[in-house]
């Protein structure tokens, strides 16, 4: 059969139905076909990373304001008495300073008789414990007796740093301060003992020694409570 117009008429038809039958099946293909894989997050949008404990630290309530009294010729929000602090009594509180060697019951108050037999509980401190709590005791470092100085309770005061500790213990629980920092204020400057926003302990002195016409404050943060142990190793 030559090449009559007939041949060439079946020829393109059946080319036609090829090209169909492809095309019909081109989207079917289509779909088994790999895509790209895709993500949830957004570039612009970050995800959120983990905070350590030590960055997040929640502190909890501090006294509940069960007041004693205020003063109102002090800073309402800073000093005040609780019915907690009214109802210590000497002794209630024992004071471990490691590096100092120095262990000795706290006396309620700062009065001459109190700080003449130990350290010396502030009137308008708080009790320890959790919270906005700042335990503020006082003490002499020095003795002077016909002209001559000699060591006392907070005589090395100057010394603790870095790594020291600092107990309160309450024959219930044991509170263990890490030391933060030492500063020196003058006498009549009594901001160290106010509320911190924080669970702490500072201790004050007299400074220089011989002198005294300057406070030396060490401030150290709660850094855990144990139950009470006569067993208990202060280092």
Not at 87 to 101: Q, R
Not at 111 to 133: H, I, M, T, V
Not at 185 to 204: K, M
Request: net charge negative; hydrophobic share 30%; aromatic share 10%.
């Amino acid at each position: 059969m030559g090449d009559t117009p007939m041949k060439r008429f079946f020829l393109c038809i059946i080319a036609i139905l090829l090209l169909s039958a492809t095309l019909l099946l081109l989207p079917q293909n289509a779909k088994n076909t790999p895509q790209e894989a895709t993500t949830d997050y957004v570039a612009a949008t970050p995800k959120p990373t983990s905070t350590s404990s030590k960055d997040t630290v929640t502190q909890k309530p501090g006294p509940t304001l069960d007041l004693y009294s205020r003063d109102k010729d002090l800073p309402y929000d800073k000093l005040f008495i609780t019915k907690e602090r009214q109802h210590n009594k000497s002794g209630d509180l024992t004071l471990h300073i490691p590096k100092l060697a120095l262990t000795e019951p706290v006396q309620d108050g700062t009065e001459k008789a109190a700080l003449n037999k130990g350290p010396g509980l502030y009137e308008y401190s708080q009790l320890p414990g959790e919270g906005d709590r700042n335990v503020s005791i006082a003490a002499h470092r020095n003795k002077s007796r016909n002209g001559v100085i000699s060591e006392w309770f907070f005589y090395y005061i100057d010394t603790l740093c870095e790594g020291d500790y600092i107990y309160l213990s309450d024959k219930k629980q044991i509170y263990r301060y890490k030391y933060d920092k030492t500063t020196v204020v003058e006498e009549t400057d009594w901001s160290p003992i106010y509320s911190q926003g924080v669970s702490c302990i500072t201790l004050t002195s007299c400074e220089p020694i011989g002198v005294a016409d300057h406070r030396i404050v060490v401030r150290a943060i709660l850094d855990s409570i144990d139950k009470y142990s006569k067993d208990y190793i202060y280092e």
